[in-house]
Protein backbone atom coordinates (compact mmCIF):
# COMPACT_ATOMS: atom_id res chain seq x y z
CA UNK A 1 0.00 0.00 0.00
CA UNK A 2 1.30 3.52 -1.07
CA UNK A 3 2.41 5.92 1.75
CA UNK A 4 0.37 8.71 1.88
CA UNK A 5 2.63 11.93 2.97
CA UNK A 6 0.21 14.60 3.98
CA UNK A 7 0.90 18.42 2.78
CA UNK A 8 -0.74 21.50 3.70
CA UNK A 9 -2.88 23.78 1.94
CA UNK A 10 -3.99 27.36 3.56
CA UNK A 11 -7.39 28.55 2.78
CA UNK A 12 -8.67 31.68 3.28
CA UNK A 13 -10.65 31.80 5.91
CA UNK A 14 -13.42 34.23 6.56
CA UNK A 15 -14.67 32.85 9.67
CA UNK A 16 -13.46 35.92 11.68
CA UNK A 17 -11.10 36.14 14.62
CA UNK A 18 -11.51 33.65 17.51
CA UNK A 19 -12.70 35.76 20.45
CA UNK A 20 -10.33 35.45 23.29
CA UNK A 21 -9.37 36.78 27.40
CA UNK A 22 -5.98 37.71 27.71
CA UNK A 23 -4.17 38.11 31.09
CA UNK A 24 -1.76 41.52 31.29
CA UNK A 25 0.47 43.05 33.99
CA UNK A 26 -0.82 46.26 35.01
CA UNK A 27 1.68 49.28 35.92
CA UNK A 28 1.89 52.83 36.83
CA UNK A 29 1.57 55.33 34.53
CA UNK A 30 4.64 55.83 31.98
CA UNK A 31 6.77 58.59 33.38
CA UNK A 32 7.47 60.82 30.19
CA UNK A 33 5.68 63.87 29.43
CA UNK A 34 2.82 63.34 26.94
CA UNK A 35 3.97 59.84 26.28
CA UNK A 36 0.87 57.26 25.98
CA UNK A 37 -0.59 56.23 29.50
CA UNK A 38 -0.70 52.82 31.20
CA UNK A 39 -4.25 52.15 29.93
CA UNK A 40 -3.62 52.81 26.40
CA UNK A 41 -0.75 50.81 26.14
CA UNK A 42 -2.38 47.95 28.09
CA UNK A 43 -5.32 48.34 25.55
CA UNK A 44 -3.34 48.15 22.26
CA UNK A 45 -0.70 45.06 24.03
CA UNK A 46 -4.24 43.34 24.77
CA UNK A 47 -6.13 43.80 21.25
CA UNK A 48 -2.83 42.57 19.54
CA UNK A 49 -2.78 39.17 21.40
CA UNK A 50 -6.23 38.33 21.76
CA UNK A 51 -8.02 40.13 18.63
CA UNK A 52 -5.01 40.42 15.99
CA UNK A 53 -3.71 36.92 17.43
CA UNK A 54 -0.24 38.24 16.42
CA UNK A 55 1.57 36.03 19.14
CA UNK A 56 0.39 33.68 22.00
CA UNK A 57 2.17 36.17 24.19
CA UNK A 58 3.82 39.76 24.51
CA UNK A 59 5.97 42.15 26.48
CA UNK A 60 6.64 45.90 26.15
CA UNK A 61 8.64 47.39 28.61
CA UNK A 62 9.69 51.07 29.47
CA UNK A 63 12.78 52.91 30.55
CA UNK A 64 12.94 56.38 31.53
CA UNK A 65 15.97 58.18 33.41
CA UNK A 66 14.59 56.68 36.92
CA UNK A 67 12.24 53.89 36.76
CA UNK A 68 11.71 50.46 34.23
CA UNK A 69 8.22 49.42 33.50
CA UNK A 70 6.42 45.63 32.32
CA UNK A 71 3.71 45.47 30.41
CA UNK A 72 2.28 41.77 29.51
CA UNK A 73 -0.45 40.23 27.48
CA UNK A 74 -1.06 36.47 26.87
CA UNK A 75 -3.66 34.23 24.82
CA UNK A 76 -5.15 32.37 27.56
CA UNK A 77 -6.05 29.30 24.93
CA UNK A 78 -2.98 28.37 24.92
CA UNK A 79 -1.62 25.22 27.33
CA UNK A 80 1.91 25.08 28.82
CA UNK A 81 2.43 28.80 29.92
CA UNK A 82 6.04 29.68 30.82
CA UNK A 83 6.48 32.83 33.33
CA UNK A 84 5.64 35.55 31.68
CA UNK A 85 7.97 38.95 32.38
CA UNK A 86 11.27 41.04 32.30
CA UNK A 87 13.36 37.82 32.18
CA UNK A 88 11.16 35.97 30.17
CA UNK A 89 14.16 34.98 27.17
CA UNK A 90 13.48 35.60 23.74
CA UNK A 91 15.02 35.33 20.44
CA UNK A 92 15.83 38.66 19.80
CA UNK A 93 16.90 38.28 15.86
CA UNK A 94 17.99 41.23 14.33
CA UNK A 95 18.15 43.90 17.48
CA UNK A 96 21.30 41.79 17.28
CA UNK A 97 22.94 44.17 15.44
CA UNK A 98 23.08 46.45 17.63
CA UNK A 99 25.11 44.83 19.51
CA UNK A 100 27.48 44.50 16.55
CA UNK A 101 27.65 47.89 15.69
CA UNK A 102 28.18 48.89 19.66
CA UNK A 103 31.00 46.56 19.27
CA UNK A 104 32.62 48.19 16.35
CA UNK A 105 32.45 51.19 18.21
CA UNK A 106 34.29 49.73 21.19
CA UNK A 107 36.66 48.48 18.87
CA UNK A 108 37.00 52.22 17.27
CA UNK A 109 37.04 54.42 20.58
CA UNK A 110 39.91 51.73 22.24
CA UNK A 111 41.79 52.17 18.70
CA UNK A 112 42.01 48.95 17.20
CA UNK A 113 39.91 49.50 14.18
CA UNK A 114 38.31 52.37 12.34
CA UNK A 115 35.06 52.82 10.84
CA UNK A 116 36.37 53.47 7.34
CA UNK A 117 38.59 50.69 7.10
CA UNK A 118 37.88 48.27 4.26
CA UNK A 119 36.08 45.45 4.91
CA UNK A 120 39.53 43.49 2.60
CA UNK A 121 41.98 44.60 5.64
CA UNK A 122 39.41 41.56 7.53
CA UNK A 123 39.56 39.30 5.58
CA UNK A 124 41.34 35.74 5.53
CA UNK A 125 44.25 35.77 3.25
CA UNK A 126 43.36 34.99 -0.79
CA UNK A 127 39.24 36.44 -0.04
CA UNK A 128 38.90 39.03 -1.92
CA UNK A 129 35.89 41.41 -0.93
CA UNK A 130 33.78 43.00 -4.00
CA UNK A 131 34.39 46.80 -4.98
CA UNK A 132 32.25 49.24 -7.24
CA UNK A 133 34.69 51.43 -9.58
CA UNK A 134 37.58 50.94 -6.93
CA UNK A 135 35.44 52.30 -4.44
CA UNK A 136 35.84 49.31 -1.23
CA UNK A 137 33.33 48.53 1.17
CA UNK A 138 34.11 49.65 4.46
CA UNK A 139 33.04 48.90 7.77
CA UNK A 140 30.90 52.06 8.31
CA UNK A 141 29.38 50.76 4.83
CA UNK A 142 28.80 47.12 6.60
CA UNK A 143 27.21 48.94 9.90
CA UNK A 144 24.86 50.72 8.16
CA UNK A 145 23.14 49.13 5.73
CA UNK A 146 25.28 50.71 2.85
CA UNK A 147 27.54 48.02 1.62
CA UNK A 148 25.38 47.34 -1.65
CA UNK A 149 25.73 43.66 -0.67
CA UNK A 150 22.56 41.39 -1.01
CA UNK A 151 20.03 40.95 2.08
CA UNK A 152 21.76 37.17 2.48
CA UNK A 153 24.03 34.91 1.10
CA UNK A 154 23.68 33.35 -2.38
CA UNK A 155 25.49 30.41 -0.71
CA UNK A 156 22.75 29.36 1.28
CA UNK A 157 21.69 25.57 1.09
CA UNK A 158 18.37 26.37 1.84
CA UNK A 159 17.69 30.30 0.81
CA UNK A 160 14.10 29.96 0.45
CA UNK A 161 12.75 33.08 2.94
CA UNK A 162 10.43 30.72 4.35
CA UNK A 163 12.55 27.80 4.79
CA UNK A 164 12.39 27.16 9.02
CA UNK A 165 16.45 27.95 10.51
CA UNK A 166 17.57 29.04 7.53
CA UNK A 167 20.77 30.17 8.73
CA UNK A 168 21.65 27.05 10.34
CA UNK A 169 25.11 25.76 9.86
CA UNK A 170 26.07 28.78 7.51
CA UNK A 171 30.11 28.35 8.04
CA UNK A 172 32.79 30.54 7.93
CA UNK A 173 34.24 29.21 4.91
CA UNK A 174 31.08 29.62 2.81
CA UNK A 175 30.79 33.09 4.21
CA UNK A 176 34.42 33.87 2.92
CA UNK A 177 34.46 31.14 -0.13
CA UNK A 178 30.68 33.01 -1.49
CA UNK A 179 32.03 36.52 -1.28
CA UNK A 180 34.33 37.52 -4.62
CA UNK A 181 31.08 36.02 -6.16
CA UNK A 182 29.03 39.56 -5.63
CA UNK A 183 28.77 42.30 -8.40
CA UNK A 184 28.18 45.24 -6.83
CA UNK A 185 25.82 47.51 -8.78
CA UNK A 186 26.75 50.86 -7.20
CA UNK A 187 28.56 52.51 -5.09
CA UNK A 188 29.01 51.84 -1.16
CA UNK A 189 27.86 54.47 1.48
CA UNK A 190 25.86 55.78 -1.16
CA UNK A 191 22.25 54.10 -0.27
CA UNK A 192 20.66 51.98 1.74
CA UNK A 193 19.72 48.07 1.03
CA UNK A 194 19.62 46.22 4.16
CA UNK A 195 21.54 43.32 4.14
CA UNK A 196 22.56 40.31 7.40
CA UNK A 197 25.21 39.21 5.15
CA UNK A 198 26.89 42.96 5.77
CA UNK A 199 26.29 42.53 9.74
CA UNK A 200 28.02 39.20 9.32
CA UNK A 201 30.79 39.97 7.95
CA UNK A 202 31.07 43.06 10.53
CA UNK A 203 30.57 40.92 13.14
CA UNK A 204 33.35 38.21 11.84
CA UNK A 205 36.09 41.21 10.83
CA UNK A 206 35.86 42.48 14.49
CA UNK A 207 36.08 38.83 15.52
CA UNK A 208 39.15 38.26 13.44
CA UNK A 209 40.72 41.57 14.72
CA UNK A 210 40.63 40.46 18.10
CA UNK A 211 41.70 37.08 17.22
CA UNK A 212 38.70 34.98 18.84
CA UNK A 213 35.29 33.71 18.34
CA UNK A 214 32.23 36.54 17.70
CA UNK A 215 30.78 35.22 20.44
CA UNK A 216 33.84 35.59 22.73
CA UNK A 217 34.78 38.64 21.98
CA UNK A 218 31.00 39.80 22.50
CA UNK A 219 30.38 38.39 25.71
CA UNK A 220 34.33 39.94 26.93
CA UNK A 221 33.57 43.86 25.37
CA UNK A 222 29.84 44.47 25.40
CA UNK A 223 27.73 41.51 27.75
CA UNK A 224 29.74 41.26 30.90
CA UNK A 225 30.87 45.10 31.04
CA UNK A 226 26.89 45.86 31.00
CA UNK A 227 25.79 42.81 33.33
CA UNK A 228 23.98 41.43 30.53
CA UNK A 229 23.14 37.96 32.44
CA UNK A 230 20.64 36.81 30.05
CA UNK A 231 21.82 37.91 26.82
CA UNK A 232 24.05 34.93 24.73
CA UNK A 233 24.19 33.26 21.08
CA UNK A 234 23.65 29.99 22.83
CA UNK A 235 20.57 27.89 24.47
CA UNK A 236 21.28 27.86 28.23
CA UNK A 237 19.51 24.27 29.48
CA UNK A 238 19.46 25.80 33.18
CA UNK A 239 17.15 28.92 31.93
CA UNK A 240 14.77 26.94 29.91
CA UNK A 241 12.31 27.23 32.22
CA UNK A 242 12.00 31.27 31.65
CA UNK A 243 12.76 30.61 27.16
CA UNK A 244 9.43 31.53 25.98
CA UNK A 245 8.03 29.00 23.18
CA UNK A 246 8.40 30.58 20.25
CA UNK A 247 5.71 30.35 17.10
CA UNK A 248 5.57 30.79 13.06
CA UNK A 249 3.77 32.69 10.88
CA UNK A 250 0.60 30.83 11.64
CA UNK A 251 1.56 30.43 15.34
CA UNK A 252 2.50 26.99 14.70
CA UNK A 253 5.34 25.89 17.58
CA UNK A 254 8.59 26.62 16.32
CA UNK A 255 12.26 25.51 17.75
CA UNK A 256 14.95 27.75 18.74
CA UNK A 257 17.12 28.71 15.97
CA UNK A 258 21.15 27.56 15.70
CA UNK A 259 24.37 29.20 15.86
CA UNK A 260 26.35 29.77 12.72
CA UNK A 261 28.35 32.32 10.34
CA UNK A 262 25.99 34.72 10.09
CA UNK A 263 25.12 34.97 14.26
CA UNK A 264 26.52 38.48 14.34
CA UNK A 265 23.59 39.52 12.37
CA UNK A 266 20.60 37.46 14.16
CA UNK A 267 21.58 35.15 16.59
CA UNK A 268 21.36 36.48 20.24
CA UNK A 269 19.01 35.64 22.77
CA UNK A 270 17.82 38.06 25.46
CA UNK A 271 15.58 39.72 28.00
CA UNK A 272 13.62 42.18 28.34
CA UNK A 273 15.27 43.39 31.27
CA UNK A 274 18.81 42.85 29.50
CA UNK A 275 17.62 44.90 26.81
CA UNK A 276 16.52 47.70 28.99
CA UNK A 277 19.54 47.80 30.52
CA UNK A 278 21.44 47.94 26.72
CA UNK A 279 19.11 51.41 26.02
CA UNK A 280 20.41 52.69 29.38
CA UNK A 281 23.49 53.37 27.84
CA UNK A 282 21.80 55.32 24.92
CA UNK A 283 19.45 57.12 27.32
CA UNK A 284 21.06 57.53 30.30
CA UNK A 285 25.45 57.36 29.75
CA UNK A 286 24.65 54.30 32.46
CA UNK A 287 27.55 51.96 31.69
CA UNK A 288 31.45 51.68 31.29
CA UNK A 289 33.33 55.04 29.85
CA UNK A 290 34.32 52.93 26.86
CA UNK A 291 31.09 51.45 26.07
CA UNK A 292 29.26 55.21 26.88
CA UNK A 293 31.68 56.66 24.25
CA UNK A 294 31.24 53.80 21.63
CA UNK A 295 27.46 54.66 22.02
CA UNK A 296 28.07 58.47 21.64
CA UNK A 297 29.89 57.54 18.80
CA UNK A 298 27.20 55.39 17.07
CA UNK A 299 24.84 58.13 17.15
CA UNK A 300 26.66 60.62 15.43
CA UNK A 301 26.93 58.44 12.34
CA UNK A 302 24.77 60.05 9.61
CA UNK A 303 24.14 57.99 6.16
CA UNK A 304 21.00 57.26 4.41
CA UNK A 305 17.85 55.43 4.91
CA UNK A 306 14.90 53.53 3.68
CA UNK A 307 13.19 56.76 3.42
CA UNK A 308 12.78 60.70 3.99
CA UNK A 309 12.26 60.20 7.42
CA UNK A 310 14.75 58.07 8.25
CA UNK A 311 18.00 58.45 7.91
CA UNK A 312 20.96 55.61 9.38
CA UNK A 313 23.16 55.80 12.67
CA UNK A 314 25.90 53.43 13.16
CA UNK A 315 23.14 49.96 13.54
CA UNK A 316 20.42 52.07 14.99
CA UNK A 317 17.65 53.77 12.53
CA UNK A 318 17.50 57.52 13.13
CA UNK A 319 14.02 58.78 12.53
CA UNK A 320 12.25 62.23 12.36
CA UNK A 321 8.53 62.83 12.01
CA UNK A 322 6.31 65.41 13.85
CA UNK A 323 8.66 66.97 15.90
CA UNK A 324 10.71 64.05 17.28
CA UNK A 325 14.00 62.45 17.21
CA UNK A 326 13.61 58.85 17.89
CA UNK A 327 16.35 55.90 17.57
CA UNK A 328 14.92 52.23 16.67
CA UNK A 329 15.99 49.04 15.08
CA UNK A 330 13.48 45.62 14.88
CA UNK A 331 13.89 41.91 14.19
CA UNK A 332 12.11 39.05 12.90
CA UNK A 333 13.05 35.21 13.71
CA UNK A 334 11.54 32.20 12.89
CA UNK A 335 9.74 32.61 16.40
CA UNK A 336 9.67 36.17 17.32
CA UNK A 337 9.04 39.39 16.55
CA UNK A 338 11.06 42.34 18.14
CA UNK A 339 11.38 45.90 18.39
CA UNK A 340 13.73 48.99 20.88
CA UNK A 341 14.24 51.95 20.28
CA UNK A 342 14.42 55.15 22.19
CA UNK A 343 13.54 58.70 22.23
CA UNK A 344 16.60 60.65 24.12
CA UNK A 345 14.00 64.07 24.36
CA UNK A 346 11.42 62.58 26.06
CA UNK A 347 14.24 60.48 28.17
CA UNK A 348 12.16 57.25 27.01
CA UNK A 349 13.15 53.80 25.98
CA UNK A 350 11.30 51.20 24.82
CA UNK A 351 11.47 47.18 24.25
CA UNK A 352 8.79 45.31 22.38
CA UNK A 353 8.81 41.57 22.23
CA UNK A 354 6.06 39.15 20.33
CA UNK A 355 6.32 35.37 20.74
CA UNK A 356 5.88 34.49 17.15
CA UNK A 357 6.93 35.51 13.37
CA UNK A 358 3.22 36.81 12.28
CA UNK A 359 1.83 40.16 11.46
CA UNK A 360 4.21 43.26 11.85
CA UNK A 361 4.78 42.16 15.35
CA UNK A 362 4.89 45.23 18.14
CA UNK A 363 6.80 47.61 16.08
CA UNK A 364 3.81 50.33 16.06
CA UNK A 365 3.11 50.16 19.97
CA UNK A 366 6.90 50.61 20.51
CA UNK A 367 6.85 53.70 17.70
CA UNK A 368 3.70 55.12 19.48
CA UNK A 369 5.62 55.00 23.01
CA UNK A 370 8.08 56.78 21.72
CA UNK A 371 6.38 59.57 19.30
CA UNK A 372 2.54 59.66 20.33
CA UNK A 373 1.67 60.50 16.73
CA UNK A 374 2.41 57.71 15.47
CA UNK A 375 -0.64 55.03 14.27
CA UNK A 376 -1.33 51.88 15.89
CA UNK A 377 -2.44 49.22 13.44
CA UNK A 378 -5.80 47.99 14.50
CA UNK A 379 -6.86 45.91 11.19
CA UNK A 380 -8.20 42.46 11.80
CA UNK A 381 -7.25 40.04 9.22
CA UNK A 382 -9.57 36.82 9.30
CA UNK A 383 -7.46 33.89 10.45
CA UNK A 384 -6.35 31.42 8.00
CA UNK A 385 -7.42 27.84 8.20
CA UNK A 386 -5.56 24.64 7.47
CA UNK A 387 -6.78 21.27 6.07
CA UNK A 388 -4.59 18.62 5.44
CA UNK A 389 -4.90 16.81 1.74
CA UNK A 390 -3.01 13.34 0.63
CA UNK A 391 0.21 13.68 -1.92
CA UNK A 392 -2.12 11.93 -4.32
CA UNK A 393 -4.54 14.47 -4.00
CA UNK A 394 -2.42 17.61 -4.75
CA UNK A 395 -0.80 15.58 -8.07
CA UNK A 396 -3.92 15.66 -9.81
CA UNK A 397 -3.90 19.23 -10.52
Known sequence: MTNLINRRILLASSLGVLAASC??????????????????????????????????AAIVATLSSSSRHFQTARFSGVKGNYPLGGDTIFEIASLTKIFTALLLGVEVVEGRMKVKDPLQDYLPYGVTAPSFEGRPITLLDLATHGSALPLR????????????????????????????????????????????????????????????????????????????????????????ARRAQGYGLYLEPVSPGGESALSPAYGLRSTADDLLTFLDLFLNDRGPIDLVKAAHLMLTIDRPGENDTTRMALGWRRTVVHGETFYWSNGSADDARTFMGFNSTRRLGVVALADAASGGGLDDIGMKVLDPQQEFDAKIVPAPQFIDLPEEILLRA
Not at 35 to 55: G, K, P, V, W
Not at 159 to 179: E, F, S, V
Not at 193 to 221: H, P, T, W
Open 23 to 56: AHAQNRALPAAGAIDDEELSRMLDFRISRQRAAN
Open 153 to 240: PNNLVNPAADAPDKYAGYTLDQLYRGLPDYQLSYAPGSRFQYSNLAFALLGQAIARRENMNYADVLQKRVINPLGLSDTSLVEDPNKA
